[in-house]
Nanobody, 116 residues
Framework: QVQLVESGGGLVQPGGSLRLSCAAS????????MGWYRQAPGNQRELVAT???????KYADSAKGRFTISRDNAKKTVYLQMNSLKTEDTAVYYCKAVILTRFEYWGQGTQVTVSS
């Protein structure tokens, strides 16, 4: 069984920064893709950023230039550095891992609130 545990969420003022972490545990040989998604109240879950085991990244337009995704394959951990946060970034942020190209696992989510 694979488990993902997120951390690093919280309350921050507009313009501030947060760093989210997501650690995977369980019987895992390798993780193909790790990523971050978010869901605001009343909205569908949406992609924020993903990173492959080889380091290729993909960002939502809303994240480009402000957020940076990275991963430590040895630690089976993915990070999301979020800078210049806006109120519209407020959401529950979920970590996702894709294993063997087809098995998807989700974390429980961590709340990010951007407010003055």
């Amino acid at each position: 069984q694979v488990q993902l545990v997120e951390s690093g969420g919280g309350l921050v003022q507009p313009g501030g920064s947060l760093r989210l972490s997501c650690a995977a545990s369980g019987t895992i040989f390798s993780i193909d893709v790790m990523g971050w998604y978010r869901q605001a109240p009343g909205n569908q879950r949406e992609l924020v950023a993903t990173v492959t085991s080889g380091g290729s990244t993909k960002y939502a337009d809303s994240a480009k230039g402000r957020f940076t995704i990275s991963r430590d394959n040895a630690k089976k951990t993915v990070y999301l550095q979020m800078n210049s946060l806006k109120t519209e970034d407020t959401a529950v942020y979920y970590c996702k891992a894709v294993i063997l190209t087809r098995f998807e696992y989700w974390g429980q989510g961590t709340q990010v609130t951007v407010s003055s």
